[in-house]
């Protein structure tokens, strides 16, 4: 930003409560204040942002920075909530009690942030170190040090007030006897989620279609600009197709991230935190893996975005390697398609009951796997909880919103270009080689034109609907991605999988719920078709049969195949993610690995049970 | 987890009965006890902490260590503290490795 003429560069540097290098954030905080980090300049000046209604607590990390002996500059945050408790700071006298400029500000009015402006101008011009009035460190104590650095702030913090509030956080206590009840408090988070999540899927509806519009519109534009050919295809099928199918997601993560800031501001997190730990121990996770899990019922990348609550990189690594179980909202389509579609489509009721037990399927994984990663991969049990339980307050929709765009900025930058090249490499599985359009299609096609010819543009559509449906189903079975099928059939055959399905499985990796499109194109319905009539295509599923003359989707095979769903990774956006927060390939390469091998094992020993069974 | 377990000594528990009173009442007699035995509203001091390094660190960054002043809040797993005026929820694994003696902060207003 500019500062009286000059640009400034400010590095926002993660919330602490301690410099003491236990944390891979305070070792960053720390080699970024010391200008230890390489391509980063030495800091001008360290401007630390303390709670003004918790001075003595935020006064030790002070200490620890004011020795760094930097130009500091302190502003004490929250100073509207300060004086509506009735808490009085004199601020002169910590000035001269930390020998730094200290300034009262409030994020969520704007108060005080010109004269901020200025202080940190003034710093930068005339840098002068902090002079604490005394040193806070004392070496020759023979207990613990950080006492004496608590004393310290304590001392400083009790000087400079001039009034405390009547009943500090009594309000907040009395809230706390039902939130942190080992069983109000529980289901009051139940509730919560509850709320939260009828409206994420409520109200992300209406973007996510407008979403896929956008997209389906930006394809027929492209459609009518570009001549037909390679790039036509790889810029409608490749890139918007993939783009879109990432953007579509964005609401969700959106509408997750602002609900979850709002209730991180108004301190509710942390009780949701406290009451869920002693719950999450049975599995070896912290309390403060609850939340995202319960987010990744909406989709995993939001969930794993928000592991970074996590302290421990143990605990973090097993909620981000089991999250993607949960029944995100991709599965849906999936879940429908051999629900309601294939198994029970006179059944609503049949069709539900199938729903729930997929989504306590997921639940049960995602716990299963982490108590397992927890005993063996990454042993250990969960970091015992030592969490600050901060005062209730209004929370503020700012915040909210600027947290919400950060993340999906995060999402749509960091992930956007991983899921982009990956999609080109996909279509061009399900593209190459080219191969010759069947021999009907030309007849088909001569018959349409005769009969658009002769003036009947109804069935001149229809024939060549049906033609492109066969060139389509044609073309994937030829291209690579049908060779594979062809080539896996012989592995996913124990699973009751026929060529088409592997076919279905490989185009899907980048995104489940695209398997829905390539049955469709490749049981010849055609991907026009099935988007206008959902029943075309489990019409066609019904009457597919293998080579002996037997039906593919019998319940064995439907059961299999949605146990395969609920298991398997088949999410690209989620792999980006996973690999970006874990910050190595190895362990984005290790859950897409034990999630296919699961789900695999899992699928076989449905269908082989199913088919003992003698289930039709 | 290598930490020993601390050897406790039986103590009658708090000497004023939970709920009793209002505001801070200090304990005598707590020497050796762990904070998870301690009763809403007992003001005691910091003597001993048994826990690993990295649970020791997360610790002393909040504001418990040895020679701090705590107050328990809600007793249960996990527990409540208050210290230096803010609330920690602690779990009842960490919280009893956390011994405590009677206050003794020279500036405690809580002394009886």
Redesign the interface.
Known sequence: MTLGGRVVEILDLPGLYSLTSATPEEVVARDSLLGAVPGHAAPLAAVLIVDATNLERNLYLASQVLELKLPTLVALNMMDLASAQGLKLDLPALSKELGCPVVGISARTGAGLEELRRLIEQTVDEPAQAKPSVTPSCSGCDGCPHSARYDWAEGVGSRCTVATPVAKGSRTEKIDQFLTDPVVGVVAFLAVMLVVFTMIFSIAQYPMDWIKTLFQHAQTITGNHLPEGDFRSLLNDGVIGGVGGMLVFLPQICILFFFLSLLEDTGYLARAAFVMDRLMRFVGLPGKAFVPLLSAHACAIPAIMATRVIEDRRDRLVTILVAPFMACSARIPVYTMLASGLLFPHSPLKAAVLFTIAYCTGIIAALGTAWLFKRTLLKGESRPLVLELPGYKTPSLRTALLTMIDRAMVFVKKAGSVILLLSILLWALATYPKSEAPAEVQTLTKQSEELKAAGKEAEAGEIEKQAKAIEEKSALNHSFAGRVGHFIEPVIAPMGFDWQIGVGIITSLAAREVIVSTLAIVYGVGSEAAEENRDSIYDSMRKATRADGSPVYTTATCLSLLVFYVLAMQCLSTLAVTRRETGSWKWAAFQQVYMSSLAYVAAVITYQSVVALGIA | ?SAPEPTRIPLPLSPTGPGAGSGYVAAPQLDGQGIDRLDPGVCATVSRIDAAD??M???????V????RIEV??R???M?LR?????????H??ANRIMVSACIAPDCSHHP
């Open positions: 987890m990295a649970d660190d997360r610790l002393k960054a909040m504001g260590c040895v020679g701090r809040i809600k249960g797993d996990p409540i210290v230096l005026g803010s609330r920690l929820g602690l779990s694994r960490l």
